[in-house]
């Protein structure tokens, strides 16, 4: 199937944020950007003081900033000059402990108000904030805090007894425990959280941040050993302003809905910070996903712009396919996704349900804001990521094996996508690994480790995780594309290639399919799955091997494990698995 381009109205084009790319990114400066944001007196930025107190300044005090709606659909509502309230008493609540500026605050909460009031009023008070997702094991927890030398957790009761309890004595750096919940007097070492709050003044000045202190340190896994800590400054919060504007859409008084859980970037950049700035009112909810909560959201919720991810818009697509009634979401603009590629079936599956595409876009945890993006105003080739947003530079090279980096000019050539340093978000390095982080950069680029092309139009299609990529008789096959044909297939729900060695080829395709919801996997569906791919792809690149599973192995940020499936598959050691999801869904 070739996927037909989705052209944008010129109504569209007039009414987005970004009308004119090519214009808009030729003028675009950082320092302009940079320009729009309040800072600090003398020189000084932070995070949090442009997404409250530059907010109520402006007169946005009285607008809803979080909208939160508890599992049993309770909802609570804070207006912007609220959450500055009551971040400003979080921030009080540290200085009173006598935690200083720069001390380490870890947040370890379930998507519940407090995580967002720890998270702004840590960065008021000049702290680093660690986000940690709580359905995370004892472990990964544990493992995150030492490398980080958490000073502060921010957590619930049951989470503190099960997961961080048996071992806090162990991390002497760990001086406060903040809990929420608490339902009897809190043992020795630990604070009950909310009546602390309580008795703390709604006032705090923001601490003096410069814009190259540290503000966040987000843990990002790698294929083997211990998790990496990108640091972020607060000068980032440039790039999160203008990139939800540019990338998101998103204008003050939007309703936006942001899927990800603040224990991950996404979920903390576009979650949480990006939002706000841009003045918008965000929805939390509370609740794990299930498809019919989802579409009442939309609906009940008036979200304008949602911002979700591949793993979520295909269960949607399995719900679709037993129940196609289409969405009722007249308030929805602009839909966005993120975190894995989106196949092209997702993206005009967005068209045929909502009436408009998913917008792909494409970032990392060290670039700490999105970098590639398909956006508003512009026409949508399915499959793709987009362009760079203004200001970043991207570029497709290849590593030479004297260490020099060469970039591939020639449209659709495959190599490793680049950037070029200098955008405000990039992380300032992984804590106490420079060895680690030194290897990122080389020739004047920061290098991903993703494979991709760039087309003539100047659109970027990814191609697979350099760790992914198969290589077959001379052929380098990226999962994502023979992942993509299979999802067309009417019976496939979920798709994840990987290469497995061969005498002969090198490598060979093998894939692993779960099916929508109904269908039984069977010898016929194989075959006919093995013959679809193989008329589609031809037979060099076509998977040799196709297997059922239930579900596939995913971290619990959505992206498909393929190195987890191929480990299992050849018996070797699974490697670091903190991040998986359990696989029963
Ligand atoms: P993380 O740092 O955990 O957010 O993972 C970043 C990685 O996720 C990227 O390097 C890509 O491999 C993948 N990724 C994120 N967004 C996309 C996208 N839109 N298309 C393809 N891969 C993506």
């Not at 944001?37 to 109520?56: C, K, S, T, W």
């Not at 959450?83 to 402990?97: C, D």
């Not at 709604?202 to 340190?217: H, I, S």
């Not at 077959?472 to 496939?492: K, R």
Request: aromatic share 8%; charged share 25%; with cysteine.
């Amino acid at each position: 199937m070739v996927w037909a381009v989705i052209r944008k109205t010129p109504a569209e084009r007039a009414g987005a944020t970004l009308k004119d790319y090519d214009a808009e990114a030729s003028r675009f400066s950082w320092a302009a950007a940079r320009a729009e944001l309040a800072g600090l007196p003398g020189g000084g930025l932070n995070i949090a003081h442009e997404a409250l107190d530059r907010q109520v300044a402006q007169g946005r005090g009285g607008q809803v900033a979080l909208r939160w709606i508890g599992r049993d659909d309770a909802i609570r509502e804070f207006t912007y000059a609220e959450l500055t309230a009551e971040a400003n008493r979080f921030a009080n609540l540290l200085r009173g402990l006598g935690v200083a500026k720069g001390e380490r605050v870890y947040g370890l909460l379930g998507r519940t108000p407090e995580l967002y009031f720890a998270a702004l009023g840590a960065l008021k008070a000049g702290c680093v904030f660690t986000p940690l997702f709580s359905a995370f094991g004892p472990e990964p927890i544990r493992a995150r805090m030492e490398i980080g030398e958490a000073n502060v957790l921010v957590t619930a009761e049951a989470l503190y007894d099960r997961k961080v309890a048996p071992w806090r004595g162990e991390l002497p750096s760990l001086r406060h425990v903040l809990l929420t919940d608490c339902k009897a007097a809190p043992p020795p070492g630990v604070t009950a959280l909310e009546p602390a709050l309580a008795e703390m003044p709604t006032a705090f000045e923001t601490a003096a941040t410069r814009p190259e202190d540290m503000a966040l340190l987000h843990f990002t896994s790698g294929t083997t050993g211990r998790p990496k800590g990108a640091i972020h400054v607060h000068e980032a919060v440039v790039a999160h302003h203008i990139t939800g504007r540019t990338a998101l859409d998103l204008r003050p008084g939007d309703i936006y809905w942001c899927t990800a859980d603040p224990g991950w970037v996404t979920g903390t950049s576009y979650g949480i910070i990006s939002p706000l700035t841009n003045g918008v009112t965000l929805v939390v909810d509370e609740a794990e996903f299930d498809a019919e909560r989802w579409r009442r959201i939309l609906r009940e919720q008036q979200v304008a712009v949602w911002y979700t991810a591949p793993t979520a818009i295909r269960m949607l697509m399995k719900a679709w396919s037993q129940d196609p009634r289409p969405y009722e979401a007249p308030a929805l603009r602009f839909m966005a996704s993120v975190g894995e590629p989106l196949n092209p079936e997702a993206v005009v599956w967005g068209v045929e349900a909502f009436g408009r595409p998913f917008h792909d876009n494409w970032w990392q945890t060290e670039t700490g804001g999105i970098m590639i993006a398909n956006f508003a105003a512009m026409d949508i080739k399915p499959g793709s990521m987009g362009r760079p947003l203004p200001g970043v530079t991207a570029g497709i090279v290849e590593r030479g094996a004297d260490g020099s980096v060469r970039e591939i000019e020639a449209p659709m050539g495959m190599g490793e996508l680049a950037l070029r340093p200098g955008w405000p978000s990039i992380m300032r390095g992984y804590l106490h690994e420079e060895e680690r982080y030194r290897k990122c950069f080389a020739g004047g680029w920061y290098l991903t480790g993703d494979l991709a092309m760039r087309d003539s139009d100047g659109y970027f299609w990814f191609v697979g995780r350099a760790d992914d990529v198969i290589k077959s008789s001379g052929h380098l096959i990226g999962p994502f594309e023979v992942e993509s044909v299979l999802m067309e297939h009417a019976a496939v729900a979920e798709a994840a290639v990987i290469g497995l060695p061969d005498p002969v080829a090198g490598e060979t395709v093998k894939a692993f399919v779960a099916l929508k919801i109904g269908l039984e996997p069977s010898e016929d569906l194989r075959r006919e799955l093995l013959g679809h791919a193989r008329k589609r792809l031809g037979a060099a690149i076509a998977p040799k091997d196709i297997a059922f599973r239930q579900n596939l192995p995913k971290t619990r940020s959505g992206k498909i494990m393929r190195r987890l499936l191929k480990a299992r598959e050849l018996g070797l050691p699974e490697g670091d698995l903190s991040t998986l999801e359990s696989e029963e869904r």
